[in-house]
């Protein structure tokens, strides 16, 4: 198994082969959200939406491992939140919401099988794996209500490049609100492009009714991205990507994105 990150191509920033992903289970419309009044989730449909972001990952040549929907955990979905993968390591978060602290052993099993050296982050840590942005040098973690400083610091001893803590302004995670797009580019809401750690970067900004659209899943000069934001795609294309555009509407229900649903390495 490969993860490569490659700094000076121009074609690629990081090198994916394999994906672990999780359906939905029955418990899904109970999972959490910064909705005050949560929209109704349609549960056969965020599966067919599940099923068709599968099958794209699978087109674009990933290899994929569906793993058994759990219903212990309505978010349990969102699997990119329990672990990352940096500098030949598997580094295991501590989710920072109560209902999900479980998720990462209940995935034990998967998490052992991509044979890299495993460390886990440990309490009073939290960080959730959407609060972090990878760069061909640099990590940069969210500062959230998820993620806090003490997560920072750990990672700060686990990892040999810099880690760079970014006080979120709004938002769920930092990968809500921004992605990393290869050669120091970002997409980015205009609320996170004021950043003061996010300013140095060739910055593509959204506009306020295309923030969703600031989550994207970038392979090489491919990206996965919702569909309906015209805007969002426009500059995309324009930065020379090719776009698959996907129906995510019952996960932007429960503040999940593309890059939520599986986790690459």
């Known amino acids: 198994m490969t993860w490569l990150i490659c700094i000076t191509s121009q074609q ?21 959200t910064m909705e005050a009044d949560p929209r109704p989730v349609d549960l056969a449909l965020a599966r067919q939406q599940h099923f068709a972001y599968v099958t794209q990952l699978r087109q674009l040549g990933l290899s994929v491992t569906e793993l058994a929907p759990d219903p212990r955990f309505p978010d349990s979905c969102f ?93 769920l995670h930092l990968l809500s609100s921004c992605t990393y797009l290869g050669d120091e580019r970002i997409l980015v809401t205009p609320e996170c492009s004021e950043v003061q750690e996010l300013v140095g970067f060739e910055q593509f900004v959204l506009p306020p009714q295309e923030a969703y659209a600031a989550n994207v899943l970038v392979l090489g000069k491919d990206v996965v991205m919702p569909a309906g934001f015209l805007l969002a795609a426009s500059q995309l294309e324009d930065a020379g990507f090719t776009l698959h555009l996907l129906d995510m509407s019952e996960f932007e229900k429960r503040d999940g994105g593309v890059t939520c649903l599986s986790l690459l390495y």
């Open 12 to 32: 690629t920033f990081m090198n994916y082969t394999n994906a672990f992903v999780k359906p939905p289970a029955e418990t899904y419309a109970s999972a959490l």
């Open 79 to 171: 699997v990119q939140d329990v672990a990352f993968v940096c500098d030949g390591q598997l580094i295991v978060t501590r989710p920072g919401a109560d209902s999900r602290r479980g998720e990462p052993e209940a995935m034990m099993d998967a998490l052992t099988s991509i044979s890299l050296p495993m460390q886990t982050i440990f309490a009073p840590a939290t960080l959730d794996g959407g609060d972090v942005m990878l760069t061909e040098d640099k990590v940069y973690v969210g500062l959230s209500e998820r993620t806090n400083a003490q997560a920072v610091e750990q990672l700060r001893g686990m990892l040999k490049r810099e880690v760079i803590a970014v006080p979120l302004p709004a938002g």
